[in-house]
């Protein structure tokens, strides 16, 4: 982190986005972190994630002290990394809030331990360096996983809910501006819309409605902040019919008005 600030002669980087999962190992950082236009404070003992296709930025006024590394999808498939790994430990948020991991300094050495092995392995002459990294990597996210409160019962793949949950998911990533009811996921999951309903529930602490919400509104600050389209556009966009429905949708979600979220960027 220290040397991607010096790169930067300490100047604020842009939002952006990336097509590849990036893991930032925080020992010590002033300032914050923007994922997808939630706003995290930088403290010591902390671990970022940051998915394919967020929006994030980091503000750092003074050299912070941690690491950076990223890693691909065809990273994951060339190292026989099933993907469901990386979705079932539940750290890698594809929407909603993304909150930093806080990590006791016990974890915090096995990781930076982790890192520097890491390090080792990079020398393009060692054999077998990728499957090394791949490893390694597997080994990061799992003590990762194991400092978090979440549900173990996630990371469970023989569990129908766990890959209904999955699924779930991935029909939300690809369906959300067409489909805005639970009841429209049900009938492709061969389920009802009730015991959807109940299981997101009980894996996630959320509702399937809510996660539905989640994209949408997340989809409609990136359209709003990176677009000129209009309000009306986006509300189009997005499968509302009417854009008043839209603009309540939106606050409600939001807190404040699409024009009034849009008017922030600019100052």
Sequence with gaps: ?????????????????????????????????????????FATNQV?????????????????KGWVFTFS????????????????????????????????????????????????????????RHRALGALLQLFLIYCNNSCLLDTTQLDEENSGVCMLRDFKSLVDQHFQEWHKVSSYAPTLHITAKHLSHTVKQLTGKTAKELIQDRLTLEAKRLLYHTDLSIKEVAY????????????????????????FRARKST
Aim: with cysteine; proline share 7%.
């Design 73 to 128: 999808k065809d990273f994951l498939v060339e190292n026989n990394i099933p993907e469901s790994f990386i979705s079932n430990i539940n750290l890698f948020r594809q929407f909603g809030e993304t909150p930093p991991l806080e990590i006791d300094d016990v974890t915090f050495q096995r990781l930076y331990r982790i890192i520097k092995e890491m390090e080792e392995c990079l020398p393009l002459d060692l054999h077998y």
């Design 237 to 260: 966009r997005l499968g509302f019919e009417e854009p008043l429905h839209f603009s309540g949708f939106f606050k409600k979600q939001a807190g404040l008005s699409p024009t009034l």
């Design 1 to 41: 982190m220290g040397t991607i600030f010096e790169q930067a002669n300490g100047k604020v980087d842009s939002p952006h986005r990336h097509d590849y999962y990036t893991v930032v190992l925080v020992e010590k950082a002033e300032g914050k972190h923007v994922i997808d236009y939630q706003t995290y404070a």
């Design 48 to 64: 970022h994630f940051v998915s394919p296709g967020q929006v994030h930025q980091v503000v750092t006024p003074s050299k912070p």
